[in-house]
């Protein structure tokens, strides 16, 4: 059974940082793309990043270019994102999916608040 | 950026109700889309893929049609289960881009 388990929300004030992690099981982790996804308080989803299997081809939203960094460690079978100058606007949950393919998002973890203060 | 419209973005219907949800893309997308279901509270689940294949496991009364820019999910006979907002998902171009959700709500 896969299971992709999140951690490192949290409350952090504007501009401040955040480093999230994923754990994945149940699959062969160095063989699929990974993603965050990220959802407002009632909003709506957002795709953020994703990460190829060997971690050489990352993709950005434009929002959080150069603020938000993706990597992965396949010995761990883990995904991180690492927020930088966070925004109150990135306040959210946090998803990490994987991807089928290099295309849409097959399994998802149950998501980790992000709160940003002003 | 490719824009992602669903419509309507609330239906009232009841069980046994055949219920569709349109997905209206700013340019032509193929058939790169998904389509997911999210509960209060629950991360979203995949339930169709390349705009009209069954996920493993989904009911086969969810139905998925559609290509280039038009697309509708289709509930064929509406279960309490399925009380729920449904976001179509883009993958044809970066970056991917979701539908602002259709809540299913019951009537």
């Known amino acids: 059974e896969v299971q992709l388990v999140e951690s490192g929300g949290g409350l952090v004030q504007a501009g401040g940082s955040l480093r999230l992690s994923c754990a994945a099981s149940?699959?062969?982790?160095?063989?699929?793309?990974m993603t965050w996804i990220r959802q407002a308080p009632g909003k709506g989803l957002e795709w953020v990043a994703n990460i190829k299997e060997d971690g050489s081809e990352k993709h950005y939203v434009d929002s959080v270019k150069g603020r938000f960094t993706i990597s992965r460690d396949n010995a761990k079978s883990s995904v991180y994102l690492q927020l930088s100058s966070l925004r109150v606007e990135d306040t959210a949950i946090y998803y990490c999916?994987?991807?089928?393919?290099?295309?849409?998002?097959?399994?998802w973890g149950q998501g980790t608040l992000v709160t940003v203060s002003s | 950026d490719i824009q992602m419209t669903q419509s309507p973005s609330t239906l009232s219907a009841s069980v046994g109700d055949r219920v569709s949800i349109t997905c209206r893309a700013s340019q032509s997308i193929s058939n790169w889309l998904a389509w997911y279901q999210q509960k209060p509270g629950k991360a979203p689940k995949l339930l169709i893929y390349r705009a009209s294949h069954l996920e493993f496991g989904v009911p086969s009364r969810f139905g998925g049609s559609g290509s280039g820019t038009e697309f509708t999910l289709t509930i064929s006979s509406l279960q309490p289960d399925d009380f729920a907002t449904y976001y179509c998902q883009q993958y044809n171009t970066f970056p991917w881009t979701f539908g602002q959700g259709a809540k299913v709500e019951i009537k």
């Open positions: 149940g699959f062969r982790f160095s063989t699929y793309w």
């Open positions: 999916a994987t991807v089928r393919g290099y295309d849409f998002f097959e399994d």
